[in-house]
């Protein structure tokens, strides 16, 4: 069953806490907007979605959720310009992922139509929550986990489909020195690696807690079988400069499909760039940084877009890439992406999606 934006039930809340916000001075994804959208999936169904006024959601200690894990979320932004427009970056690509990560959680997938539909309503009823000063947006999450009862280890028979928002600043994290690791793995052969899956971060926050004790901010994983390739770091793809050309490893069953990364490879092709989409050998990275040729890293993700990497351990040594470098990749794509975000540039990959 198909519905509609307007279809959509909204009880507004009575208690905005919207005066409470200084949208000048905002974080990352520490306050949340007035209301949440939800949609319950029972007796093998997902109901219509409502927006309702944000709470607490409260669960039956047998929910699945708890013992099994069956949870999995995406991350996505809305951008409001200058003629108070709202737009969205490629927001069907998260709704085919959010999928990809249902199906192979064992969790129902939720109709396109829903999705769409219910982000556009909530986004209708919080419009005023999406920030306008620049660099800043409101990140969404829309997420789905398992709310049927059970100890038995199997699906649950019930789930719930939920998408907050939360108005935020740009992300910066300070200088990022990264290490690369070689212990333990965040993803293995045939895995969930692929899937926004919740378990897939809580099995980072202890190598990246150790890591940090260290003095690095985050990890970069390698592959699970011989440790000798990056992969990718906590919930961002990496990309490598060696010389002029710009390097990411190919996406697999281990490695998260990024929205960012695929957005960021054909801009730079578009830039006349030459890009390389391979295996990277650690070890060459170690001898590029030794040469000099290696020029720049950087994560790539919705959060923070790109995160520029100030350099990377490995065993006992620290390589340090060129700081203020001219010409700089990271900054000329960043540049260039966030003018597509925020409605400042041509839009010739047809990207944007206005919601109205
Ligand atoms: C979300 C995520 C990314 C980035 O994906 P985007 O679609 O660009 O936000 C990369 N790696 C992992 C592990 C992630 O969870």
Avoid at 110 to 123: D, R, V
Avoid at 166 to 173: H, K, L, M
């Amino acid at each position: 069953m198909d519905v509609t934006t307007n279809q959509i039930s909204v009880e507004k809340t009575k208690n905005t806490k919207i005066n409470d916000v200084d949208f000048n001075n905002l974080s990352f994804g520490s306050i949340y907007m007035d209301h949440m959208l939800v949609c319950d999936y029972k007796n093998g169904a997902w109901e219509a979605p409502k927006v309702v006024p944000y709470q607490p959601i409260s669960l039956d200690p047998s929910a699945k959720i708890f013992h099994y894990g069956q949870s999995i979320f995406e991350g996505m932004k809305a951008y409001k310009d200058e003629q108070d427009t709202i737009w969205m970056f490629r927001p069907l690509d998260n709704h085919k992922r959010l999928n990809l990560s249902a199906k192979r959680l064992a969790i129902p997938e939720i109709p396109e139509n829903y999705f769409m539909e219910g982000l556009k309503a909530l986004l209708k009823t919080d419009s005023d929550w999406i920030p306008q000063s620049p660099g800043s947006s409101l990140y969404i999450r829309p997420f789905i986990f398992a709310t049927g009862l059970g100890f038995h280890a199997s699906p649950a028979d019930e789930y719930k489909f939920v998408i907050c928002g939360a108005p935020s600043g740009s992300y910066f994290s300070g200088e990022v020195k990264v290490l690369i690791e070689e212990t333990y793995s965040r993803s293995a052969n045939g895995g969930v690696g692929f899937a926004k899956a919740g378990g897939n971060y809580a099995g980072q926050f202890y190598p990246t807690k150790l890591a940090q004790d260290k003095g690095y901010q985050q990890v970069i994983w390698t592959d699970d079988n011989t440790h000798e390739y990056i992969e990718e770091a906590g919930a961002m793809n990496v990309f490598v400069r060696i010389n002029d050309t710009l390097l990411t490893c190919p996406t697999s069953d281990r490695i998260l499909d990024g929205i960012t990364r695929k957005s960021i490879l054909k801009i730079a092709e578009d830039e006349g760039i030459k890009t390389e989409v391979r295996k990277i050998k650690v070890q060459e990275l170690v001898d590029a940084a030794k040469d000099g040729s290696l020029k720049e890293m950087f994560g790539a993700g919705t959060a923070a877009v790109i995160s520029p990497i100030a350099g990377f351990g490995f065993r006992d040594n620290d390589y340090m890439l060129p700081t203020n470098l001219e010409n700089s990749y990271a900054t000329l794509l960043k540049d260039r992406i966030t003018s597509i975000q925020y409605n400042k540039a041509e839009d010739k990959f047809g990207w944007r999606f206005k919601v109205e």
